[in-house]
């Protein structure tokens, strides 16, 4: 049995010097839809032709190349975070909370690769 609960999506963040130019790259090459623009956040999200997989662009100066970090979506994730650090998880800093949208804590695995857990926090369309 897993130590924490995910749900099923997954999001595969990359950084990228033009959100909007990337989306668009994205678009034409491969087909993804775009989800959201949030110019505020610096984040663009794009629906891929995978179900519940989608790509986060996060707008960077200075993008570093293969700088992927995959993101797991999680009902709880105070819960899943108090979980994790309890049996020694390192985190990066503490949750980043984006009042109404999401909720994110990065974590690396034991080769120090980084790895994010996601709450949504945008209400569901009745």
């Known amino acids: 049995m897993a130590l924490i ?3 099923q999506t997954i999001t595969i963040a990359l950084s990228v010097k033009d959100r909007h130019r990337s989306a668009d790259w994205y678009r034409e090459v491969l087909g993804f839809e775009t989800i959201v623009h949030i ?13 519940n ?11 570093v190349p293969g700088n992927c970090v ?9 819960n899943a975070r108090a979980s994790m650090e309890k049996i020694g998880i390192r985190f990066d800093g503490p949750t ?3 009042e109404g949208m999401v909720k994110t804590a990065t974590f ?3 080769d120090g690769n980084a ?3 996601a709450e949504n926090l ?3 369309p009745s």
């Not at 610096?42 to 891929?48: A, D, H, M, R």
């Not at 790509?55 to 960077?60: A, F, K, Q, T, Y």
């Not at 995959?70 to 105070?78: E, N, R, S, Y």
């Open 5 to 7: 609960a995910l749900d």
């Open 39 to 51: 110019d505020d956040a610096g984040w663009s999200e794009l629906q891929t032709n995978t179900q």
């Open 53 to 63: 997989v989608t790509l986060g662009l996060g707008e960077h100066v200075e993008p």
């Open 70 to 78: 995959p993101v797991f979506g999680t009902a709880d994730l105070d």
């Open 96 to 98: 980043v909370v984006i």
């Open 108 to 110: 690396y695995d034991p």
């Open 115 to 117: 790895l994010m857990l």
């Open 122 to 124: 945008m209400a569901s």
